[in-house]
């Protein structure tokens, strides 16, 4: 028996997800309705997941519906903003309950962790699409923007980068490890992605500028400082590379993924020189390690250096359009 | 040469559409800020449109695009909610220029008649999906809900009904009309839907409850009345239908679709006896007309009348995974 919209949204997405006093109208009326606080901004975006694009066919739904969510969050992580409540436009196929039942567990799993309603949804029949916005609050003035970053500011980058590309190419069989536990964390790296949402909360009135690692350090960090009307030099001898990561793939494959690499959903972000230990305290505070890659200049453009010398990068970033 | 996601976001979507003093922060950062007046509700809406689904394959561009937000704020006007902002998610074959225009185009008229600013949105490859996420205000408490008509309460509905699938009839070669005059404006009906965003404004603190008519006046006023815990006679003598669809039709044809049809994007609406007089000088207001169809009773389910006379109507409502 096939399941009406409603009663399709009923079932799988209300029971479970978080509850919120500031949603007045959630899933079932024309429209949600929910409470911004009066001291606050409204943070809004939205990330579409295509099945084939941005995860390979017949990933797990429980990873889908994770993954669907957590590219939001990462936006939210990267403007310093509380995420508060969703929306999820979901194109399926056929309905398929056992798919359902999964993705919405890995949706509310993370939901959960970060106390986001679901406040409303679409289904719709068509090829695997999911959409979904984010909505977040931020006090009035305090969001992070890729714009701020000045000369003089020092690059950091939160935990380790590359970890996921490597990931999904030992899913898709493009990269090999030898050592099954590397393997196993590089692809949980993927799978599993954990947006840096405590971080950029902790840095709000410390980074001058931040950016979410999703298309690969290289490309996201080329934006920010685009954005600021900047450039940088950058250590490619500095970059945070897993253990995992540098023992199953060497060092010059390493910090090509690290550079070039996406789906991270780590923070780039700026500081002037004298906010660097306020930045360390953030991050210990966010319990995420930071890591100096870099500094911005005056002059555009991205300057990689190895042993102080300059070196060049041949990356291209990530482009839904153009691979 | 392949667009980038970001050029494209700024090519298409950031020229000419509405500025708004409350939009602190637009497209191109990792997420948009805006300002949400302190004595108001948030009032949130995503819809999704397919090809092939929601629209015929080969409908011109400039239609999808209106019609992607005409869906959304329709939502608004259920609500008696301001539009003010949306984002949008389109996933796109390929980037075809000429496309994309159009799109744009009828997107951006409709948001300039209603000052919906565009402040983000998200780009990706594969089958032709438009999600559209909007983002309204309503005063504290102000709302219209699908869950507030009474026993003895009058149902309406705004302007004609059946013509939308009339029109799609005809478009998909389903439907026939000797009157090219009848055929046009049938199929405009189709192609330019246009919300009833006045009315619903109009309407607050006049309307017992509300809901827009995208799946058929049958089966929306069904949600409605099954959302208040009530029922309903209607006289389908008093059906608003047009001369083109009646002449067109025949009366029999012309009911059923004005009942079982989709994509009106009209408001089905109740209002206590006491608000009629209140609810017609609202209509006046916005321009618009109303039309009592029924009653509302405490016994649930929808008994339709012909001449006083119980009749049976065998409609089934739209459902996106039945049909």
Redesign the interface.
Known sequence: V?????E?IERYFSRGFPRRDDV??GV?????????P?DA??????????????FPEGLAPMHVGHRALAVNLS??A??G?LPC?C???L?LP??EERWLEEFARGLRGLALRHSVAL?????????L?I?V????V?P?GA?L???GARAGDLVFVSGTTGDAAAGLGLIQGTVSALDPEHAASLQQRFLLPAPRVELGLALRAIASA???VSDGLHADLG?MLQ?SGAGAQVHVDRLPISRALMESQGVARARRLALGGGDDYELCFTVPASRVRAAEHAAGIAACEICQIGTVEAEPGVRYLDGGRPVVAEMAGY????R
Do not use: C, N, Y
């Open positions: 096939p399941l009406g919209e409603f399709l007045v109208i079932g009326d024309d429209a949600a309705i929910v409470r911004v009066s901004e409204l943070v809004v975006a939205v990330d579409t997941l295509v099945s084939g694009v941005h936006d939210m990267a403007m903003a409540w929306t999820l436009a194109t056929a309905v406040i409303g949804g679409d289904t719709t029949r068509g090829p699409t959409s916005q984010i909505l977040g931020v009035v969001a923007r890729r714009s931040a950016i979410d934006k954005a482009d839904h359009f153009a």
